[in-house]
């Protein structure tokens, strides 16, 4: 009888410890945050996917957040270049994403000089400008959130 | 002659004797005790549990030293382990969420820098500039 009673309660206990911390876990059906449940700051910065918001993965939705939450720290040529990329990185595929983001990280682990040479070498070779959008694009923000206007 | 200095007379013998007592007996003497146990009032008995060096059986008999074991009934001792799995899975649940708030704070780092980073975030994705990403390594 005791010894039942002990089984019971460490199986609840093990059961309530596993269920919570599984809640917790990354759910691949959650839909994310709501549109209308996000800050005034936060829409602002991610305006530019608002059309897009309802269709994206709840994961999607999560991490553009958690991006923008550090806008407000970038300088105003990087708000603006944030801005101008949003679009078309919410609309590339997951798996580009995730592999754009593993080029990245390798490439700013590169010394400085390093990165400046490659990034000649493809503008060179792609003919591309350098990413050099004007300031008015972004949507000026200080550090603390609030908008400058 | 106190109870304990006749305890600790005996106990040599007591514990000898446990391992000649066969299974049923010792199934019978086990139910005993928990029937006594149960019908105490007091948990703090002069008995302790000794694991029979045969198996996993519990039996009577006495400590070496003659003190107090089994203090704690024994719903009083599921109790305390039952909380103490819930306060490890706490801590476990704890754990993960703190990690889980830095990492998708440090997500949203790397996502923010390279929308802002001075290249096009399709650059990222060509098989060249990877190739040459790789080669700078």
């Known amino acids: 009888m005791g010894k039942r009673l002990t089984l019971i309660l460490l199986l609840a206990a093990t059961l309530f410890g596993l269920g919570v911390s599984s809640s917790y876990a990354a759910n691949p059906t959650d839909p994310g945050p709501r549109w209308e449940s996000l800050s005034p700051e936060i829409k602002q910065v991610l305006a530019p996917v608002a059309s897009d918001w309802e269709s994206m993965p709840g994961f999607q939705r999560k991490r553009l957040v958690n991006a923008a939450k550090h806008y407000p720290k970038l300088s105003l040529e990087e708000q603006a270049r944030f801005r101008e990329q949003l679009p078309r990185w919410a609309k590339l595929p997951h798996e580009e994403r995730k592999d754009a983001r593993e080029t990245y990280k390798k490439y700013h682990s590169l010394p400085q000089e390093q990165r400046d040479q490659l990034k000649k070498r493809w503008q060179e070779e792609n003919g591309a400008s350098p990413q050099t959008s004007p300031a008015s694009a972004a949507v000026p923000m200080s550090p603390s959130g609030t908008t400058d206007h | ?137």
């Open chain 2, 1 to 137: 002659m106190t109870e304990q200095d006749f305890a600790k007379k005996i106990r040599h013998h007591l514990n000898l004797s446990t391992k000649q007592i066969d299974g049923m007996t010792l199934q019978r003497l086990s139910d005993i005790r928990r029937q006594a146990l149960s019908a105490a009032a007091v948990a703090d008995r002069q008995f302790v549990m000794a694991q029979h060096p045969a198996g996993q059986q519990a039996v009577l008999g006495f400590h070496d030293n003659g003190n107090l074991e089994n203090g704690m009934s024994h719903l009083g001792r599921t109790v305390f382990i039952a909380l103490v799995v819930l306060t490890i899975f706490a801590g476990i649940f704890t754990w993960q969420r703190l990690n889980n708030d830095d990492d998708e704070s440090e997500q949203g780092l790397l996502d923010a820098k390279m929308l802002s980073s001075d290249l096009p975030v399709s650059t990222f994705t060509q098989p060249d500039f990877k190739e040459w990403v790789n080669g700078s390594r």
